[in-house]
């Protein structure tokens, strides 16, 4: 009842960018956090950046600076402006997502999108 449909990945070459953005559809009332996490082969997912409701962002330390979270609460959609990109920042990107779906939910429920592959090269 409720998808993270993320879109805009891509191939890239190292210093390119991309804008990668996921729009959470079906039944939702309201989302709370809005997240893009990464996850390289062989290794952990890590959280890259996250904004709230209310557009307070926090990023990883690792793309400070060149990285760029932003939403349209209207739209629910979540972007990720990625500039100067990296060999490094290779990886399947993934939407997340903190929402209730009616007002009889009375918790926020965590939903993840299928990922979106970005692959920069050298």
């Known amino acids: 009842q409720v998808e993270l449909a993320e879109s805009g990945g891509g191939l890239v070459r190292a210093g390119g960018p991309l804008r990668p953005s996921c729009v959470a559809s079906?039944?939702?009332?309201?989302?709370?956090?809005m997240n893009w996490y990464r996850q390289a082969p062989g290794k952990h997912r890590e959280l890259v950046e996250a904004?709230?409701?209310?557009?307070?962002?926090n990023y990883a330390d690792s793309v400070k600076g060149r990285f760029t979270i932003s939403r349209d609460n209207a739209k629910n959609t979540v972007y990720l402006q990625m500039n100067s990109l990296k060999p490094e920042d290779t990886a399947v990107y993934y939407c997340?997502?903190?929402?209730?779906?009616?007002?009889?939910?009375?918790?926020?429920?965590?939903?993840w999108g299928q990922g979106t592959q970005v692959t920069v090269s050298s």
């Open positions: 079906g039944r939702v009332l309201s989302i709370k956090n």
């Open positions: 904004i709230t409701n209310g557009g307070g962002a």
């Open positions: 997340n997502a903190d929402l209730l779906r009616t007002e009889w939910d009375t918790r926020f429920l965590e939903y």
